[in-house]
């Protein structure tokens, strides 16, 4: 008895542990893999132009499908491409099952061309990693590698990387296994007691600070409930891998990205309450600035990783209490010339219900959470690790995991362009995506960050010119990639290709000319 | 007295020790960096879109200029993105001062959003990595990551990743330093007496494989003579990373990339001269087919690393005796329907003389070797280690190198979607390349060698529609980098096409559509 190839043991074992999507941008060395996508049609396999696409469409596929999809990718350099998003999907909490093709094993020692170090490569974004050594173990290093990326029983997840040579998917001897069970993370009762407490002290100012899963409703609601009760203040995570938002839902104000401003949101606290976020610290690092912004004096306190330690923390110390949500009205429509914050009026004006928004409208976008705020119930993806290049690619593996739902893709010019490629993708997937860039012709945010450096630049030299994006097209470049496009400059104009792009299905794109910031978010 | 700032300090360093382009990409932990080019207008940044851009553009410019450049990437995601075409440099031999920005020192410890491990990702693609410990060693660190990029006193360069955390860049107390003196290679007497000796045996077939910088006129002509007199056979290496071709230049055969291929042209060998070239290895592996394409029982004899060992072996084998060089015809212009082949036959009759050709034609390239043989002289530069996305940058690095030469970019569909970010900075620069994409709407090399493993795939199955490129129009996408464009369907548009943008200067890109191949190179 031959059994199956390792190649197809991994789809197998994939397609048993509910892992039905495969993003990839394949190679030689992942031929077999690709040929064995044939005899499992369960794994569908969608095809990226590139590897920065693959990885960030799993991680948006994951944060909405609540399950970890794969990616195929072509070796160290493959991988590479691929960093910059795994890099954002570890930040997220995204369960990753990121799958690395690699030369035979027995061809490695002879260095060629496409040799090189993947395991160091992938030990800077993963939390598991595994060279598979047989196809007799292709079944069971796939069933660890999905255990390992972790399932929303969860409270987070992460990439696994397994690396598959090229042997051991072309031989024999090799047959599906299941995923072990994972493991669940229990209630730490004593941090509950402890934060218990802290919230019931009269006069002492406490913030509770939530993320990750805890950003979803059933969170929202008991970091209202304890709000409402105890008086505490309710802050998030500066960048949450997915928020429920709109209509109904309690609205919580994140961290902002500059340390001072959130130390102003963190000022006086004299406890702070961790639920599913991490103790704060500043984005950079700047001269004489601190870079943890926990106040001094500030207790901190850890509710652990358990998704319903907050909801029981809420039973204790606000039984009873319902959540607070503020009703409150759309934006209305504006008109005249186009402005970021226009933009984001008209955005608050016509999102669907029901919508996913990928934002990474960076320093145009200071407009949207107000604007946003009271729109039907909607999902919020945010850029989680601060590498650029995960807006498009992110709406993209979003509307694959939601095909009902509308995707709203706000994403500045400048980080468009690392990963543009995704809207091909879009396109051949059919996707329900709009994408609207903040086209502002510079690097706003570095005009910004040198300012706040004290080196504001001559009119005339070099660093000035550094930040100027001047001669990108967009409507011509998404025609290029197959989707209808326009261009709008008043926010009349806007607001109707919006309101088409919303009514149509498939992926469209629209050019905001917006004027770049004179200043940055307050 | 306080000094300058390490950003200075690094800047001045780079430019007294011969560095004087910086590709760029910078970030926030980098605008200290970007500040000073103010102070040092002797270094020039040029604005890359994405990481991958400035990579392949500075191994572009060493390739041609003969030093390095610098690039500036910011933190872990951003070496990542530019990870790809590093890869490629490294295999080219060519010397690159890598400089990654990072996090201020103090701030590591607090894993803010960016934090990843640089030393882990850089060490995948870079033969020194260093992170500057202070300001005040920032010129010596410097100075010493350009003399470990190599210069072209020696055989072959290398990638030299430096890593500066911010607050080295914003402190007092640096200075520049001069760049210690780099190491020669001798020449190694004893391979070179051997080498001799097994070249004046009768009878005995020996190979002489070139590679590295004896793929320029010297080393070839070296080649030549020896070949004229002893009749060893001279095959290069496959993927050089710069040869001097065309008319007066002795034309030397590549190694094929398909192992059975290069079997062939190795078949019989009792000895193989390596001279700059490492032993021929297949580039993937398949199943019961050899690694090591060095046929059974032949010598290996390696020349060393000295570029003058090979003009030094012909003056002891084949004194007086005179290079081959064989005059020949450009082809003729062929009209009707496009194809590949024709494609080739038109840059064949129109390459200007000096021109500078950037190939990563992959599939659709098997005829311009010999369609471009006896074109005047130019340089052709190859894609050195498999990562694809290296052409449109290389093009661009080399343009910048070589600004009173044209540059010809030669260029598959497929892989020009990885960097195709690298047009917008041709534009930027006013620089004279012209792009011609082979546009055949697939990943038809892997099509070769998905049939290769016997996976012919089924019509209507998944492996067949992921090579499947349909959908991407590259003239519009150029016109969004603001590129004058054209698209080309019959050989006569192509000829017309090509003729004007190579007429005109500043950037054009062609899209010559042309079928997929039905089958692979001989």
Same mark, same amino acid.
């Given at each position: 008895m031959d059994g199956m190839n390792g190649a197809r043991a991994v789809l197998e074992t994939l397609a048993d542990g509910g892992v039905e999507l495969c993003f990839t941008n394949p190679g030689t060395s992942e031929m077999h893999l690709v040929a064995a996508l044939d005899e499992v049609p369960r794994i569908r396999g969608v095809l990226c132009l590139f590897e920065g696409g693959a990885?960030?469409?799993?991680?948006?596929?994951?944060?909405?499908?609540?399950?970890?999809?794969?990616?195929?990718?072509?070796?160290?350099?493959?991988?590479?491409?691929?960093?910059?998003?795994?890099?954002?999907?570890?930040?997220?909490?995204?369960?990753?099952?990121?799958?690395?093709?690699?030369?035979?094993?027995?061809?490695?020692?002879f260095d060629a061309p496409l040799e090189s170090d993947i395991e160091a490569a992938a030990g800077t974004v993963s939390r598991w990693v595994r060279r598979c050594g047989g196809a007799r173990d292709a079944g069971q290093d796939t069933a660890d590698a999905i255990a390992a990326a972790g399932s929303t029983a969860q409270a987070t997840g992460g990439v696994s990387t397994l690396i598959l040579p090229a042997d051991v998917c072309w031989s024999r001897g090799a047959s599906a296994a299941p995923?072990?069970?994972?493991?669940?993370?229990?209630?730490?009762?004593?941090?509950?007691?402890?934060?218990?407490?802290?919230?019931?002290?009269?006069?002492?100012?406490?913030?509770?600070?939530?993320?990750?899963?805890?950003?979803?409703?059933?969170?929202?609601?008991?970091?209202?409930?304890?709000?409402?009760?105890?008086?505490?203040?309710?802050?998030?995570?500066?960048?949450?891998a997915r928020q429920e938002r709109g209509g109904g839902i309690p609205l919580v104000e994140r961290l902002a990205y500059l340390g001072e401003k959130a130390a102003v949101q963190l000022a006086g606290a004299r406890h702070l309450v961790l639920a599913g976020a991490r103790s704060p610290v500043s984005f950079f690092a700047y001269p004489g600035q601190p870079s943890d912004l926990v106040p001094e004096g500030c207790a901190v306190h850890d509710l652990g990783g358990a998704p319903v330690a907050l909801e029981e923390l809420?039973?204790?110390?606000?039984?009873?209490?319902?959540?607070?949500?503020?009703?409150?009205?759309?934006?209305?429509?504006?008109?005249?010339?186009?402005?970021?914050?226009?933009?984001?009026?008209?955005?608050?004006?016509?999102?669907?219900?029901?919508?996913?928004?990928?934002?990474?409208?960076?320093?145009?976008?200071?407009?949207?959470?107000?604007?946003?705020?009271?729109?039907?119930?909607?999902? =919020?993806?945010?850029?989680t690790g601060g590498a650029i290049g995960q807006g498009i690619p992110l709406a993209t593996g979003a509307?694959?995991?939601?095909?009902?739902?509308?995707?709203?893709?706000?994403?500045?010019?400048?980080?468009?362009?690392?990963?543009?490629?995704?809207? =091909?993708?879009?396109?051949?997937e059919g996707l329900d995506v709009t994408t609207v860039i903040f086209s502002n012709a510079s690097y706003a945010i570095l005009g910004m960050e040198l300012g706040r450096i004290g080196a504001l630049p001559s009119a005339n030299g070099q660093a000035r010119s550094l930040l100027d994006l001047t001669g990108l097209d967009f409507v011509a470049l998404a025609e290029g990639m197959g989707l209808p496009a326009s261009r709008a400059a008043t926010a009349d104009d806007l607001a109707e290709h919006l309101g088409k792009a919303l009514a149509e299905p498939g992926p469209h794109l629209i050019e905001a000319v917006v004027p770049p910031p004179s200043s940055f978010p307050n």
């Open positions: 990885t960030g469409a799993a991680d948006g596929y994951a944060r909405m499908a609540e399950r970890p999809a794969a990616t195929l990718l072509h070796l160290g350099p493959g991988l590479g491409n691929g960093l910059a998003n795994l890099h954002n999907a570890r930040r997220a909490g995204t369960p990753v099952v990121n799958i690395v093709g690699d030369h035979a094993s027995y061809h490695k020692s995923v072990p069970p994972g493991q669940t993370v229990g209630v730490d009762v004593d941090a509950l007691d402890a934060a218990a407490r802290v919230l019931s002290r009269e006069g002492e100012h406490t913030v509770v600070l939530i993320g990750g899963n805890l950003m979803r409703r059933p969170g929202l609601e008991a970091a209202s409930r304890i709000a409402a009760a105890t008086g505490a203040r309710i802050l998030a995570e500066e960048t949450p809420a039973d204790m110390v606000a039984p009873g209490v319902r959540p607070i949500t503020v009703p409150g009205r759309r934006p209305g429509l504006p008109s005249g010339a186009l402005t970021a914050e226009k933009t984001a009026m008209i955005i608050g004006a016509l999102l669907p219900e029901g919508a996913i928004v990928s934002d990474e409208a960076v320093t145009s976008g200071r407009w949207l959470p107000a604007a946003t705020a009271d729109c039907p119930p909607h999902d =919020w993806l945010t850029l509307a694959i995991a939601c095909p009902d739902r509308p995707v709203i893709n706000l994403q500045a010019d400048g980080s468009a362009m690392y990963t543009l490629q995704a809207l =091909w993708t879009q396109v051949r």
